[in-house]
């Protein structure tokens, strides 16, 4: 009997032919997905509907080359893939939970109607469909993205549920109007939403307190632990940063663990895994259909969890060099808080770095040299996580990935279609310069 390969295994050895730069996040009963123009969101909307919206992605390479650069790439990576992710989230916090807000305006206006269903499916066929569909359970309300927005797994979820840091639409400018507001009308313009009651400001309370969150659980509590169990940093600094470093990872995995344990997340894990199985779909050149998606793994060796994991080990190599020790001398710095305190300073001043120097492992070494067998070790551990961070989508939620990896790529195959024009008309009128300039030559 032949033993059944783990996705594991099959995500290096299925990894298909065709390497696709796009990249994804898992979101609120939804999937983002990124490429070169475009960046796009497919939302399962209480009624069954699955509402998408796309918005293009300006290159800021020309007036700021220098963000472009080795190291200083992987930290505009690091926060553009964090302000992409918490705009995504915000629309799928709002189309998510579209129906809860308008039964609660409706109910303050007048009853509710008991045949409200019935009248739906009496106006035709297109109009069963939010009759059939279930409402969300009360259980799953009980944790709601809206209310608690303000989570450091927000910014876990912006980064771990992601197909690829790579940002190969360059900066992002101006956000456009959103092009489409249904799966069947992708590429009619619809009207702006009226703001909502989660706005621009709570969103960037939402990220702030996210990242400070985010600091206090992966840098302040395992330095403050490993304090008390090692004693003070310059009594034996490598000792310090192992211990700081292992408590780090425990943290993270314990946290990745405990929120996966919350009705929405394991949804939200679900849409990473067929954000996952799309991209496998794609890259072995096959339809994007729920039926050919399903059976790819649910992990993939291009997801940006990797990318988390290979910050935590680098972290350990960057503040084992850095001369921290000479500046605590240098200044006579008390032992105790001030010490701890400066210990704590130096790892977040030196995240930029140590994001840097993950992305060119990560993404740009790694993600150009998928079959060495190098590349194998240092994604492991990602790899390990992504048991976590993914579960076995249902068709549903592949249905929402594959609509938002075809806004991508429609996108992609129209702007091809106008370089294409461009390139013919150039050699069109290269050919008639040279035509005229033959017959110049003799007449002459």
């Keep these: 009997m032949t033993r059944e390969k783990s996705d594991l295994s099959r995500a290096f050895s299925e990894d298909g032919a065709r390497k696709t730069h796009v990249g994804g996040q898992a979101l609120l009963e939804g999937i983002m997905m990124r490429g070169k123009y475009n960046w796009s969101v497919a939302v399962r909307e209480p009624s069954g509907v699955v509402y998408t919206e796309e918005h293009d992605l300006a290159s800021g390479k020309e007036k700021n080359g220098w963000l472009y650069w080795p190291l200083v790439r992987g930290c505009r990576a690091l926060v553009e893939s964090l302000v992409l992710g918490f705009k995504a989230l915000e629309i799928a916090t709002l189309h998510a939970y579209a129906e809860e807000d308008e039964g609660e305006e409706k109910a303050e206006e007048k009853p509710v109607s008991g045949t409200a269903c019935e009248a739906a499916c009496e106006q035709g066929p297109e109009h069963e469909t939010a009759c059939e569909q279930p409402t969300r359970q009360e259980s799953e309300l009980e944790f709601s993205w809206r209310d608690d927005f303000g989570r450091p797994d927000t910014v876990i979820d912006a980064l771990g549920a992601q197909s690829s840091l790579e940002v190969v639409g360059e900066a992002e400018g101006d956000t456009p109007e959103p092009v489409a507001n249904s799966k069947d009308a992708h590429n009619i313009p619809s009207a702006k939403e009226p703001e909502s009651e989660f706005g621009k400001k709570e969103m960037a309370i939402s990220m702030v307190c996210g990242l400070a969150l985010g600091i206090v659980l992966f840098i302040v509590a395992p330095a403050f632990i490993t304090n008390l169990i090692v004693g003070e940093y310059d009594g034996n600094t490598l000792l310090w940063n192992i211990v700081d470093g292992v408590l780090r990872v425990a943290v993270f995995v314990f946290y990745i663990w405990l929120i996966g344990r919350m009705p929405e997340i394991k949804r939200m894990f679900g849409y990473h895994g067929a954000e996952h199985k799309t991209i496998h779909c794609y890259e072995h050149g096959l339809p994007l259909t729920p039926e050919n998606a399903r059976s790819f793994p649910r992990l993939h060796v291009r997801c940006g969890t990797a990318f988390l994991i290979m910050v935590m080990i680098i972290a350990i190599f960057v503040y084992t060099v850095v001369p921290l020790n000479a500046l605590i001398a240098a200044w006579g710095v008390p032992d105790g808080a001030p010490k701890l305190a400066l210990v704590i300073l130096s790892r977040i001043v030196l995240m930029p770095v140590i994001a840097g120097v993950s992305y060119e492992i990560t993404v740009r070494w790694a993600g150009s040299h998928p079959d060495n067998p190098l590349v194998k070790v240092v994604l ?24 938002a990896m075809k806004l991508v790529l429609d996108r992609e195959e129209a702007e091809a279609g106008k370089a294409a024009q461009v390139e013919q008309a150039t050699r069109a009128t290269q050919a008639k310069q040279a035509v005229q300039a033959s017959q110049a030559t003799q007449t002459a």
Excluded: F, H, K, R
């Design 380 to 403: 492991w551990p990602g790899m390990q996580m992504q048991y976590l961070t993914t579960n076995e989508p249902d068709d549903g939620m592949l249905e929402c990935a594959i609509a």
